[in-house]
């Protein structure tokens, strides 16, 4: 069953910080959050494998809360080269499966 | 660069027409999924194999069918083409469950 994320999309300027959320109705076991690009392949940005556990990196970091089935991304200080479309992907069932995305568009 | 390989890049075919798009996957991974994502869509889990076998399966029509070789490259068939199967085609590969899976540049499909 497909993650819901919100909010579908997000407007900032450079410097704002931003959450994008990803819930499902189904157990959890990873979250896994990549960005895209237009036209291009999505790109791993991290993944959580245990309840409770967060990752981060420069600027963009996340949580996985396995109780509420909930995952959040948090990017601190956005960039312009933050801009894309941001999806998250919850492993259930044996397979990876993502949420609609969150477009995130970052302006000067 | 991230180590999967899909060819083609860009495909062009009639309705009704059948195509193959091929996957290579990154040294060492066993798993290989297929995605489809249509105009500013999300992606769409259509299958997954595992060193061979298949693993999972998500909302793939039966027009479409898949196949993981002995040497782990994957090839999705697609027939009876409609208009509505344009679409970007991602094969992305991983060790396996719990893994980072990688994403190749995709194969455009255009239906006309």
């Known amino acids: 069953q497909q993650p819901v994320q919100s909010p579908q999309a997000v407007i900032l300027r450079e410097g704002e910080d931003a959450v994008i959320n990803c819930s499902s109705s189904?157990?959890?076991?990873?979250v896994h959050w990549y960005r895209q690009k237009h036209g291009e392949a999505p790109v791993f940005l991290m993944i959580l494998l245990k309840g409770g556990e967060q990752k981060g990196h420069e600027k963009i970091s996340a949580s996985f809360n396995e109780k509420k089935q909930q995952s959040s991304l948090y990017l601190t200080a956005s960039q312009l080269s933050y801009s894309g479309t941001y999806f998250c992907g919850t492993e259930g069932a044996q397979k990876l499966v993502f949420g609609q995305g969150t477009r995130l568009t970052i302006n000067p | 660069d991230s180590g999967v390989t899909q060819t083609p890049k860009h495909l062009i075919t009639a309705t009704g027409q059948r195509v193959t798009l091929r996957c290579s996957p990154r040294?060492?991974?066993?798993?290989v999924y297929w995605y489809q994502q249509s105009l500013d869509q999300g992606l769409q889990f259509l299958i997954q194999?595992?060193?061979?076998?298949?693993?999972a399966k998500g909302n793939i029509l039966e027009r479409f069918s898949a196949q993981q070789f002995p040497d782990l490259h994957s090839e999705l068939n697609l027939s009876s083409l409609e208009l509505g199967d344009s679409a970007l085609y991602f094969c992305?590969?991983?060790?396996?469950?719990?893994?980072?899976?990688?994403f190749g540049e995709g194969s455009w499909l255009t239906v006309v």
């Open positions: 040294s060492g991974d066993l798993s």
């Open positions: 189904k157990a959890l076991y990873s």
């Open positions: 194999y595992y060193n061979g076998e298949e693993r």
């Open positions: 992305a590969s991983s060790v396996g469950d719990g893994n980072t899976i990688y």
